[in-house]
C-alpha cells in the first residue's frame, strides 16, 4: 500500500488535491482512499489529507501514520510543522519551493522532489498573486516522483478537468508544466 500525506494550508487546495490524486489512481484500476485532517479550522492554518492506494481493498482507516509521500503546497510549512513526522526511511517528499538546485535537509527522506508550483500557478492565472493556488500545479510534480505506484499524467490531466470547479485547462496545463519542470535529487 501506498501512503500518502498532503501538507498545506487552509485556503489552498490539500483536500482537493488529495481527491483529484484518489480520483487518477481509480481510474488506473487501483483501490483508493483520500480524506482530510483538520485541527483549527480557518484560512492560512497547517492542514493535512491523505491519500492510500493499493491494488487490493483498502481496510485501515484513519490518518497514514507513516506515508510513503509527503507533498507540502507551501514551503514555509518547514518553519512551522515537522514534515518528516511518522515518514518511513526513504520516503519521498514533493516540495513547492522557488530554488530548483538545492533543498532544505530533510531526515529521513530518501528522495526530494522541487518545482516551483508558486511561479506555475501564477504564470497561469491560477489564484492571485498573494493567493496562488498550486494544488494542482504540485500533482503533476507527483506523477514525476511517484514510483511505487506510478502515476499515469494523461488520467491525473483527466482528472483535473473533471474536478477543479474553474480554470480546468488552465490547471491541467499548470500540472504537465510541473510535471516537466519538477527536479529530483536522489538519496538527500
Do not use: W
Not at 487552509?10 to 483501490?31: E, P, R, T
Not at 513526522?85 to 530554488?99: E, F, M, R, S
Amino acid at each position: 500500500m501506498l501512503g500518502i500525506r498532503l501538507q498545506g494550508r487552509g485556503g489552498q487546495g490539500a483536500v482537493i488535491a488529495s481527491k483529484i490524486l484518489a480520483k487518477a489512481y481509480f481510474k488506473q484500476g487501483l483501490f483508493v482512499q483520500a480524506f482530510p485532517a483538520f485541527g483549527m479550522e480557518r484560512r492560512g492554518a497547517p492542514v493535512a489529507a491523505y491519500v492510500r492506494v493499493d491494488i487490493a481493498p483498502i481496510l485501515a482507516r484513519g490518518e497514514v501514520a507513516n506515508p510513503d509521500v509527503c507533498v507540502i503546497l507551501d514551503p514555509k510549512l518547514l518553519e512551522l510543522v515537522d514534515v518528516t513526522d511518522g515518514l518511513l526511511p526513504g520516503a519521498t517528499i514533493v516540495l513547492n519551493y522557488p530554488d530548483q538546485t538545492s533543498a532544505p535537509k530533510l531526515e529521513v527522506v530518501g528522495t526530494v522532489v522541487l518545482v516551483n508550483a508558486t511561479e506555475i500557478a501564477l504564470n497561469n492565472r491560477l489564484g492571485s498573486r498573494l493567493a496562488p493556488i498550486v494544488n494542482t500545479v504540485i500533482l503533476g510534480a507527483c506523477a514525476k516522483a511517484i514510483r511505487q505506484f506510478p502515476l499515469e499524467i494523461g488520467n491525473l490531466l483527466q482528472s483535473i478537468e473533471e474536478v477543479v470547479p474553474s480554470k480546468p485547462e488552465e490547471n491541467a496545463v499548470g500540472a504537465r508544466q510541473a510535471f516537466e519542470q519538477a527536479t529530483i535529487l536522489e538519496k538527500h
